[in-house]
Structure formats: C-alpha cells, structure tokens
C-alpha cells in the first residue's frame, strides 16, 4: 500500500515563492521547462510532505491567447516556510539554479487580510473529459476491468479560457478565478490547484484583477 498523498491537503499560506526564468531562458523560448521542472517539484513536494502543509501554484501573470489561456513566464508558489524550503531543496529546483535558469528568490512572508483580492486555480476536469489522452485512459482502464467504456465521448478543441498544462501522461485545464479572500481553509491537489466546489483563493493579486482596477 503506497504511503504517497493522492487527496486534498490543506495549504498553510503563510508564505510564497516566486519562480521567475531568467530572461535569457524567456529568449531561448526555454521557459517552459522551467514552468514544467517546478511544477512536477510541487506535485513531488505534496506527494510525499505532510497533508496538511500542501503547497498551492498560481500564474498571476496568466493572459488569453488565441485558443486557450497563456501561463506568463511567473508562477507564485503558496505554502509555509516549512514547505516551501523543502521544495526548494528538491533536485528538479537545484537544477535549475546550477544551470542559472531562474532569478534568484527568498521565501516571503504573507501579509493578508479577510476582503483583499486574491485568485484561485481550478482544475476543470470537465474540459479534460474531452481531451484524446483523458479518453485514451478511460478506454486503458475499460479494457483492464472488463467493461465496455459507456457512451462515447467526442474530442474537441481547448476551452478558451482555461490554461492547458502538460504534466506528464496528465494534461491538466486550469481556470483563474479572481475573488475576496477569505479565512477558510485553502484546500488544494497534489498538483497544487483547487477543486471545482471549493476553490481556495490564494493570496495573490492577479494580472486580470490588476487591469480591472486600472480599467475604472
């Protein structure tokens, strides 16, 4: 019996993160290896740390782009000293310093009130349900119980306002959802993002949610 996290586990937010690519990397067009090496150390992180210490991932500089939703080259990391030094400490992490990958980053503190502005990011497993790889596993695991598959599901193109993760055999669809903070517990993935019925707004202050105040 594995020992690893599969479920939900709570996020401290007390501190962030922030992982940045070094411009020569955004130049190369090589930044989203370092969007995917820090990624797939936040999954390993939450996989294997305690379940109620999870780290949360958030894009405050997510865009819309021409078919789907583009990441920005910032991904802010939420979670507790504790947490986040242990992340940092991971061979995916200490890679991508060796390499001069991305800027240098201290653990911050937060500092947060109950009303501030903040975003969550929310796998919507119901654009995934549509996607060739998430047909192609419910098909695998069909075949493996010996049943048939049900009705069949038609691929069609990405949601256009959701943002399109590959995350090894997992292609994961995630929506920004600006909202008020509040002192609920923030509950996330081992992926680091929220469910559908009980999205955990982080603190952080989204691009949108920043052109929306300059827009009034």
Known sequence: MSDLNAGRGRCQGSAYLLIRPVRAVIELGAASDVMAAALRAVHHANRHGPVEDFIAVAFPKMRAGREAMLPGHDLELIGSKASLTTFSGLEGILTLKRRGMIEEAEIGEVFVETGMVGAAYIRDRACEKHTPGWIRRSEARAARRGKSVGKPVKTRSHDSKTLVVNHGDAVLHIREMVGQFTDD??????????????????????????EAENAV
């Not at 517990?185 to 920043?210: D, F, K, N, W």
């Open 185 to 210: 517990p923030l509950m996330v993935s081992t992926y680091g993002l929220s469910g559908v019925s009980r999205p955990a707004i982080l603190p952080v202050l989204p691009e949108s949610a920043r």
